[in-house]
């Protein structure tokens, strides 16, 4: 049955369409100002060194959680932090059904669970390669391999047409852990006509072919039994692959297999939970390792990108309560380093050469090999779907623009690159963007989700540039000073700069005293007047503009 000529089909990413990372897509059926809306995973991003003190930001999706009650449900092609690990955090403004398989919500599950949420959200279980039905939308996952477990893409079958998400995929004859991408169903859905392709663009400037997991194993033995000492190994927490590798390289190299990170232990119970892992030997808790022989131990830990509070950090700098790493250890990052990373993975490998540790790298063999498509990949993957319209997503800009013209080259009829916050129309007519939303970032701040550009954030901010000034004054009836005024400040003055601290006193003094007699009762005015006086002097001072925090006591 085809769609009425009032029905429209709509994508609007909200996070992943500019950006590597924070993935979530929307689509939107029905007539406008009535869709039905689906969401298609719903993920983090770490922070960078723009933002101290947050580690983890998701999209703001305030979007779609103002009219939750349209949202039909969420889907999850796969277990990576980029694609779900925002749910535990977003759910509650969502509150929408949620579907996933079976090592995808294993995952979630602990997350939820974490969060108290898992009685609340009660996540559907689907089949790999499983059809189901949300809302207006018909929907058919379809496996393809990608570096974690039960990765899938996902065919969105409307009345309009059929939009074919690729999540993250490659094409790798020996993947490792689960099957080969499943190319049948992707011609097949091809042979039946497909309107829109929405596709990762992480490695479209990579020629040839992403290399295949299984072709890493003779390396990565190689290098370790070339270690004499204790070897840490360091991949994505969530790169099962990678970890059954790993097993393999410590079965061949005659090591035992310790696990540092708590991510990491997280995902390796949920693999074998899910029958994954099962043929190799238990991976170990770091609490043995100190009973372990040095040149028997096979460490695999988090932190390969610099995270400060990861297993690996902890380790580089002698703080990991079991763990430590002498002259003569080797580590071996088997990552590549997320854009943006360069800086923290540069420290850590400082810190890491202070301890007399080899440092082993992409420069010394092939120790890793990316769960994202090539030039080559997606070019096989264009002409399995045949797609109308190209969407490019899961890149910055510049990746996107290149998969547009990369398609453009497979004669598929309208690329489109549309950054977050654009909203596509794909059908009735030629597909071509019709407007905008509300886009931006939320960051965690302890336990919750603040907008990115919220005054808790700014504040931080201006705090570091500025130093803060906390400041306490004293004031009987006519507002008078009557105690010396009390000083303290963070990142802004050393104990020594006593001349600046009385010169801030005495400008507060005369600020006060010099307030019209109409306002000496007027908390906020007295405020107004010892922040002006306080930002005067450290200004003439130090060129600084400290935050300035003034508490009034009236006797």
């Given at each position: 049955?085809?769609?009425?000529?009032?029905?429209?089909?709509?994508?609007?990413?909200?996070?992943?369409?500019?950006?590597?990372?924070?993935?979530?897509?929307?689509?939107?059926?029905?007539?406008?100002?009535?869709?039905?809306?689906?969401?298609?995973?719903?993920?983090?991003?770490?922070?960078?060194?723009?933002?101290?003190?947050?580690?983890?930001?998701?999209?703001?999706?305030?979007?779609?959680?103002?009219?939750?009650?349209?949202?039909?449900?969420?889907?999850?092609?796969?277990?990576?932090?980029?694609?779900?690990?925002?749910?535990?955090?977003?759910?509650?403004?969502?509150?929408?059904?949620?579907?996933?398989?079976?090592?995808?919500?294993?995952?979630?599950?602990?997350?939820?669970?974490?969060?108290?949420?898992?009685?609340?959200?009660?996540?559907?279980?689907?089949?790999?390669?499983?059809?189901?039905?949300?809302?207006?939308?018909?929907?058919?996952?379809?496996?393809?391999?990608?570096?974690?477990?039960?990765?899938?893409?996902?065919?969105?079958?409307?009345?309009?047409?059929?939009?074919?998400?690729?999540?993250?995929?490659?094409?790798?004859?020996?993947?490792?852990?689960?099957?080969?991408?499943?190319?049948?169903a992707l011609s097949a859905l091809g042979d039946a006509g497909v309107l829109a392709f929405v596709c990762d663009s992480t490695n479209v400037f990579n020629a040839g072919k992403t290399g295949s997991e299984?072709?890493?194993?003779?390396?990565?033995?190689?290098?370790?039994?070339?270690?004499?000492?204790?070897?840490?190994?360091t991949c994505f927490a969530t790169n099962i692959a990678r970890l059954h590798t790993i097993g393999q390289v410590a079965q061949a190299t005659g090591r035992d297999v310790v696990m540092a990170g708590a991510?990491?232990?997280?995902?390796?119970?949920?693999?074998?939970?899910?029958?994954?892992?099962?043929?190799?030997?238990?991976?170990?808790?770091?609490?043995?390792?100190?009973?372990?022989?040095?040149?028997?131990?096979?460490?695999?830990?988090?932190?390969?990108?610099?995270?400060?509070?990861?297993?690996?950090?902890?380790?580089?700098?002698?703080?990991?309560?079991?763990?430590?790493?002498?002259?003569?250890?080797?580590?071996?990052?088997?990552?590549?380093?997320?854009?943006?990373?360069?800086?923290?993975?540069?420290?850590?490998?400082?810190?890491?050469?202070?301890?007399?540790?080899?440092?082993?790298?992409?420069?010394?063999?092939?120790?890793?090999?990316?769960?994202?498509?090539?030039?080559?990949?997606?070019?096989?993957?264009?002409?399995?779907?045949?797609?109308?319209?190209?969407?490019?997503?899961?890149?910055?800009?510049?990746?996107?623009?290149?998969?547009?013209?990369?398609?453009?080259?497979?004669?598929?009829?309208?690329?489109?690159?549309?950054?977050?916050?654009?909203?596509?129309?794909?059908?009735?007519?030629?597909?071509?963007?019709?407007?905008?939303?509300?886009?931006?970032?939320?960051?965690?701040?302890?336990?919750?989700?603040?907008?990115?550009?919220?005054?808790?954030?700014?504040?931080?901010?201006?705090?570091?540039?500025?130093?803060?000034?906390?400041?306490?004054?004293?004031?009987?009836?006519?507002?008078?000073?009557?105690?010396?005024?009390?000083?303290?400040?963070?990142?802004?003055l050393e104990q020594t700069e006593t001349q600046i601290v009385e010169a801030i006193r005495l400008s507060v003094r005369e600020a006060v005293a010099d307030l019209p007699s109409a306002r000496y009762a007027?908390?906020?005015?007295?405020?107004?007047?010892?922040?002006?006086?306080?930002?005067?002097?450290?200004?003439?001072?130090?060129?600084?503009?400290?935050?300035?925090?003034?508490?009034?006591?009236?006797?």
């Open positions: 049955m085809k769609a009425s000529e009032n029905e429209e089909l709509l994508f609007v990413p909200l996070g992943g369409a500019g950006e590597i990372g924070m993935n979530l897509s929307l689509y939107g059926y029905g007539p406008p100002g009535a869709h039905r809306w689906l969401m298609v995973d719903c993920g983090v991003t770490f922070g960078g060194d723009g933002i101290p003190g947050t580690d983890v930001m998701m999209p703001n999706a305030s979007f779609i959680a103002e009219q939750r009650e349209n949202l039909a449900g969420l889907v999850l092609t796969h277990a990576h932090e980029d694609h779900l690990g925002a749910v535990p955090y977003l759910w509650p403004q969502l509150q929408c059904p949620v579907y996933a398989t079976a090592f995808t919500l294993a995952i979630l599950r602990r997350k939820l669970e974490e969060r108290g949420l898992l009685e609340r959200v009660q996540p559907t279980l689907i089949p790999p390669d499983g059809k189901f039905t949300v809302g207006p939308f018909n929907l058919e996952m379809i496996g393809v391999t990608h570096s974690i477990p039960e990765a899938h893409s996902v065919a969105i079958r409307t009345r309009a047409g059929t939009v074919v998400h690729s999540g993250d995929w490659k094409l790798d004859p020996e993947p490792v852990v689960g099957p080969a991408s499943d190319e049948a299984g072709a890493i194993l003779s390396e990565l033995t190689r290098l370790v039994a070339a270690c004499s000492q204790r070897v840490v190994v991510s990491l232990k997280r995902n390796y119970v949920a693999a074998r939970e899910c029958g994954y892992l099962g043929n190799l030997p238990r991976f170990q808790d770091e609490a043995v390792c100190r009973k372990l022989a040095r040149k028997r131990t096979l460490l695999v830990c988090t932190g390969g990108q610099g995270e400060r509070r990861a297993a690996l950090s902890r380790i580089a700098q002698g703080a990991h309560p079991y763990l430590a790493l002498e002259r003569g250890d080797a580590v071996l990052f088997s990552s590549r380093v997320i854009p943006g990373n360069e800086p923290s993975v540069g420290r850590l490998h400082n810190a890491l050469l202070r301890l007399g540790v080899e440092l082993i790298t992409h420069r010394d063999g092939m120790i890793h090999v990316s769960g994202h498509p090539a030039r080559e990949d997606l070019t096989q993957m264009y002409r399995l779907i045949r797609p109308q319209v190209a969407l490019p997503v899961h890149g910055e800009l510049r990746h996107m623009l290149e998969h547009a013209k990369l398609a453009r080259t497979l004669n598929v009829k309208e690329a489109i690159v549309a950054e977050n916050g654009t909203i596509v129309r794909l059908a009735p007519g030629s597909a071509c963007v019709v407007d905008h939303v509300p886009v931006g970032r939320m960051s965690l701040e302890g336990n919750r989700p603040v907008a990115a550009d919220s005054e808790i954030v700014r504040g931080r901010l201006k705090a570091l540039d500025n130093g803060t000034v906390f400041t306490t004054v004293v004031l009987d009836r006519a507002a008078r000073i009557v105690q010396d005024v009390h000083l303290s400040s963070i990142g802004l007027d908390d906020d005015a007295v405020r107004g007047a010892v922040r002006i006086a306080v930002r005067r002097v450290t200004r003439r001072f130090i060129e600084k503009r400290p935050v300035v925090h003034v508490h009034i006591v009236r006797t």
